[in-house]
């Protein structure tokens, strides 16, 4: 069952980053945006601060439930996703982004 949750996890974050994230174009070449796209991983860095978040607000220990694990990382995940797109989305708004 954990590695059913762990996959859809995985499958509907990645839809919600590529429809919001991506979405948002950051560099308007497209070659920086891939270089650092592969320096910077922006999902992994998302990926450590929910780690951080459950630890740290839920007390969550890893692999002491790996389905509430799973669950909890998800709930965090996606907010942080949705911020995130927020941000790039406002700073488009106000002409920031892309840059050059």
């Keep these: 069952?954990?590695?059913?949750?762990?996959?859809?996890?995985?499958?509907?974050?990645?839809?919600?980053?590529?429809?919001?994230?991506?979405?948002?174009?950051?560099?308007?070449?497209?070659?920086?945006?891939?270089?650092?796209a592969q320096a910077?991983?922006?999902?992994?860095?998302?990926?450590?601060?929910?780690?951080?978040?459950?630890?740290?607000?839920?007390?969550?220990?890893r692999g002491s439930f790996p389905k509430l694990g799973v669950l909890l990382y998800f709930v965090v995940y996606i907010p942080l996703v949705l911020l995130l797109w927020g941000v790039l989305t406002l700073l488009t708004a106000l002409g920031v982004l892309p840059i050059a």
């Design 1 to 36: 069952m954990y590695r059913l949750l762990s996959k859809i996890s995985l499958i509907v974050r990645f839809i919600i980053c590529y429809f919001t994230i991506e979405a948002v174009p950051i560099f308007q070449s497209e070659l920086w945006t891939v270089i650092l």
């Design 40 to 61: 910077v991983p922006v999902y992994s860095i998302l990926l450590a601060i929910s780690y951080a978040i459950v630890g740290s607000v839920f007390k969550y220990e």
